[in-house]
């Protein structure tokens, strides 16, 4: 079987292509920078996992359909991401749109594409990389929270129409992962609130978390393969929330 995971050169894209290469699936990172994903395919042979690539601007419609013809998927893990903090009237009007193309349309035109050859098969996964701002929201993330919240109706929406068949789509949702996307947020609030970066690690991601830690990419990696299993098989238009303990407040 095979999985095409966008943002697959980040730190969670990695780990599931990883973890994925590792359980016996063909990987296929997607995403911008064809040097990197050269770099990261290589990793992956070093190991022993059978990898591809695909250059994929998921803002483009044409470079959707051209990846989804020449790597139609069984498995798609949904998964660039960018972010852009501000105050709503301070949020240049061309970024706002950016964010809800990268990780909202372009989720949403990617699993179009795919999933002719997914019913065709009578087999499909798809795995959105959502957000604890799929469920919440926080000031200054206007678009992410929009782009995020919007996942989950998509996913809603999409299983009921195909439920005809063994397909299935969920949106994994981490609190914070210590990712480099992350890390442009801690300086970049760091900066709005005139705080350190370790206060606002201490004062305002990990503050509503109970369990004090950033969430590790292994454990998204582990979730998104459960989705594949047989046992999971029934489980569609679920939001999985690793947030150690946030949204029981």
């Not at 040097?35 to 044409?62: M, P, R, W």
């Not at 990780?103 to 050859?117: D, F």
């Not at 993330?141 to 109706?153: D, E, F, N, Q």
Request: hydrophobic fraction near 45%; charge should be negative.
């Amino acid at each position: 079987m095979r999985a095409v995971i966008t943002g697959g050169t980040g730190g969670i894209g990695f780990a599931i292509a990883s973890h994925f290469g590792q359980a016996g699936y063909q990987v296929v990172l997607a995403d911008l920078n064809q040097n990197l994903l050269q770099q990261k395919v290589a990793e992956l042979h070093s190991q022993g996992i059978n990898a591809d690539y695909c250059v994929l601007d998921v803002t483009n419609q044409q470079a959707i359909e051209e990846c989804a013809g020449r790597f139609p998927a069984d498995i798609l893990v949904n998964n660039a991401g960018i972010q852009h903090v501000a105050r709503l009237e301070d949020f240049p009007p061309e970024k706002w749109a950016l964010l809800i193309s990268v990780m909202l349309t372009g989720p949403a035109m990617l699993t179009r594409a795919m999933l002719p050859y997914m019913r065709s098969n009578n087999f499909g996964r798809v795995i959105n990389i959502g957000s604890i701002h799929a469920v919440i929201a926080s000031p200054f993330k206007s678009a992410y929270v929009a782009a995020k919240h919007g996942l989950l109706g998509f996913s809603k929406v999409v299983a009921l129409e195909n439920a005809d068949k063994n397909f299935t789509i969920n949106t994994i949702c981490p609190a914070y992962v210590k990712t480099p996307l992350v890390e442009q947020q801690i300086a970049a609030q760091a900066k709005e609130h005139n705080l350190t970066e370790q206060q606002v690690i201490e004062q305002i991601m990990l503050a509503p978390m109970p369990q004090k830690a950033f969430i590790d990419v292994s454990e998204i990696a582990e979730m998104a393969a459960f989705l594949c299993q047989h046992g999971a098989r029934h489980m569609t238009a679920q939001t999985l929330i690793l947030d150690g303990g946030w949204t029981a407040r």
